[in-house]
């Protein structure tokens, strides 16, 4: 059973930082591409960071320079750090797998990032 945990959200204030954790088991790690999306109140869901299975990675422009997304392959984690928050960032976000051998989606039970102006 895959199972992706999310950890690190909470309140900040703007300007501050966060960074966000997501645990992964039940998968191949090194097979998943590994993403996080986030959705606030009244939007859609959207990507904010991918990172492939080799490292290669995509932003959304709202947050390049700002967040940076890692993987820890032998931690079976995923991280994401989020710096100069502003409270367009305020969301709940999502941890996301994708496994290419099986196309297989995955999704964690999210975490909220809530930004104090």
């Known amino acids: 059973q895959v199972q992706l945990v999310e950890s690190g959200g909470g309140l900040v204030q703007a300007g501050g930082s966060l960074r966000l954790s997501c645990a992964a088991s039940g998968l191949i790690f090194s097979r998943n591409s590994m993403a996080w999306y986030r959705q606030a109140p009244g939007k859609q869901r959207e990507l904010v960071a991918l990172i492939t299975s080799i490292g290669t990675t995509t932003y959304a422009d709202s947050v390049k320079g700002r967040f940076t997304i890692s993987r820890d392959n032998a931690k079976i984690t995923v991280y994401l750090q989020m710096n100069s928050l502003q409270s367009e960032d305020a969301a709940v976000y999502y941890c996301?797998?994708?496994?290419?051998?099986?196309?297989?989606?995955?999704w964690g039970q999210g975490t909220q990032v809530t930004v104090s102006s």
């Open positions: 996301y797998a994708k496994d290419w051998g099986t196309s297989q989606e995955y």
